[in-house]
Nanobody, 124 residues
């Protein structure tokens, strides 16, 4: 399984970006798709997750709730992160990841596959 993240960039505070993560591999299937972010010197932190099958249950970190929306397109094997009302503290490298069989959607070590990361920079 390979994950390819894209869509990062530089945006002013209050602006929006949409990140995409395309999964490839034979008969791709997973339990959760998630987004994490990391700034230099800090641990990678959970941002959002979505179930890959069924009713698209979504989960968010408190810091992004109400501003970010995670969604999926199973036909394209792609997950998205719509980020609105961006703040300078959202600046980070954003990573998408696939959790194949664990119910712990916010736990870093429960994710099996990772994309390469995409930089998001929010200027004040």
């Amino acid at each position: 399984v390979q994950l390819q993240a894209s869509g990062g960039g530089l945006v002013q505070a209050g602006g929006s970006l949409r990140l995409s993560c395309a999964a490839s591999g034979r008969r791709f299937s997973t339990y959760y798709m998630g987004w994490f972010r990391q700034v230099p010197g800090k641990e990678r932190e959970f941002v959002a997750a979505i179930t890959w099958h069924g009713d698209s249950s979504t989960y968010y970190a408190d810091s992004v709730k109400g501003r970010f929306t995670i969604s999926r397109d199973n036909a394209k094997n792609t997950v998205y992160l719509q980020m609105n009302s961006l703040k300078p503290e959202d600046t980070a490298v954003y990573y998408c990841a696939a959790n194949v069989d664990s119910s712990w959607y916010s736990e870093l070590h429960e994710y099996d596959y990772w994309g390469q990361g995409t930089q998001v920079t929010v200027s004040s």
